[in-house]
């Protein structure tokens, strides 16, 4: 099995990159995504949370509040430490976990990790190639406001408590330009895929 860290800044085109891997073939996991399964409802995860930040923010449907969460941590680098501990190794038995089903199915599978704090959590995952998306900060905080309606100032802080381009892109053996269209991106994913299958 080939595994392949997608890294990228909020709003760099993480998703738009695995999701065109995935098309092409390859087996796809989002750590977004494992990181709100970590803090569902019934898990020790959110019980954790709720203990550390607070019983309020769990919503009468059972659900993390995770806009409230969000105002909190991405204001406070301690608590943003404190959330990440929590969060992180649960993340991180997840991934373990799909990688390992990946691989029993398919010992050839090429499998895409998107994960945005790869340079700050990740490094040692053992990757065989690390990828990363970039985009001038400014761009990006323009898509998320526009496309995402998130609060300029929101935005602003979420990158804030990220590595920058410069320390991301010393750790990738690739970087896809997310800067153009969405088809140049796209026609650099396609020469990453080849790049991938035939080496
Ligand atoms: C604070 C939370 C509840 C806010 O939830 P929300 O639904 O608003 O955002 P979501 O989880 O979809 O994240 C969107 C983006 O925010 C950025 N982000 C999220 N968590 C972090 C973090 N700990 N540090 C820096 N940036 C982060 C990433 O670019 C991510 O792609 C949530 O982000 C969270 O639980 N974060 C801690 C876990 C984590 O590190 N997740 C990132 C992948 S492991
Ligand atoms: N050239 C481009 N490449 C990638 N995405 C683009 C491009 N131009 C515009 N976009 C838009 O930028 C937004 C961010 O892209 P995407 O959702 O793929 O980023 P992401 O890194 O996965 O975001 P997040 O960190 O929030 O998970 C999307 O709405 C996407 O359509």
Redesign the pocket.
Known sequence: MKLIGLTG??ASGKSTIGRRLEQLGAVRID??E???EA?APGTPGLARVLARFGGELRRADGT?D??G??AI??ADAEA?AA??AI??PE?RRLFDARAEAARAQDPDAVLVYE???LV??ARDQGWDLVVTAEAPPEQRIERMVELRGMAEAEARR?IG??ANSAERTSVADAVIDTSGTRAETLAQVDELWRRITSG
């Open positions: 800044g909020i750590a977004d494992l990181a709100r803090v993390l995770r806009a969460l969000g941590v991405f943003l959330l990440n969060v992180h993340v994960v945005p704090l700050e959590a979420r408590n990220q």
